[in-house]
């Protein structure tokens, strides 16, 4: 979303993800790019505040009343990069002319040292049974949609029957 002056602002991505809450982390599971990521609670505020109508100062502010200790707007820098790196923002965000990347180790170099953690955006990697090449069931394989995520899959069918789980006809999956 852009305001009137032209200033792009940052909207959160909530299509086609997953989110789970956990004690001190969001999990969020990207349906589109079969990716997981870990948001710590300060890059789980800053994205929950993302609505298109904030700009930095205003994340800054929201941040700082909920966390009750100030946040430079560098934090809000940092988890806002981390969050695009992720896809986890609906389109590339405009920093402004001049304001270099910032890392965590830029911050804590220039003293930027604060009550609250500063953001972290993780990937969680693991394989998709196909990947381990675990071997399924023909039931397990026609009862899958190439609409669904990770489609057929490509797993080895087990015997009796042979192959993998492909593409059937339409909609469906099949073992050959």
């Known amino acids: 979303m852009k305001r ?3 200033k792009d602002l940052p909207k959160a991505r909530e299509k086609d993800l997953v989110t789970r809450q956990i004690p001190g982390e969001l999990l969020v599971y990207d349906l589109k790019r079969h990716k ?8 789980a505020a800053v994205w929950k505040s993302c609505n298109g109508r904030r700009d930095v100062a205003e994340l800054a502010r929201l941040l700082a009343d909920d966390r009750q200790s100030p946040v430079d707007e560098k934090v809000i820098w ?3 990069d981390q969050l695009e790196k992720s896809n986890l923002l609906r389109q590339k965000f405009s920093r402004p002319v001049g304001l270099p990347q910032i890392s965590r180790r830029d911050l804590i170099r ?4 604060t009550a609250i953690t500063l953001p972290l955006v993780t990937t969680i990697t ?3 049974a196909a990947q381990t090449g675990t071997p399924i069931s023909d039931a397990i394989c026609t009862g899958r949609h190439q609409s669904d995520p990770g489609g057929c899959g490509g797993n080895p069918c ?7 789980c492909i593409n059937g006809p339409g909609n469906t999956c099949k073992c050959g």
């Open 4 to 6: 009137s002056n032209g």
């Open 36 to 43: 997981a990521f870990c948001l710590n609670e300060t890059a």
């Open 78 to 80: 940092l988890a806002l």
């Open 110 to 113: 220039i003293g930027v040292v």
């Open 126 to 128: 693991a394989p998709t």
């Open 158 to 164: 087990s015997a009796p029957a042979v192959g993998k």
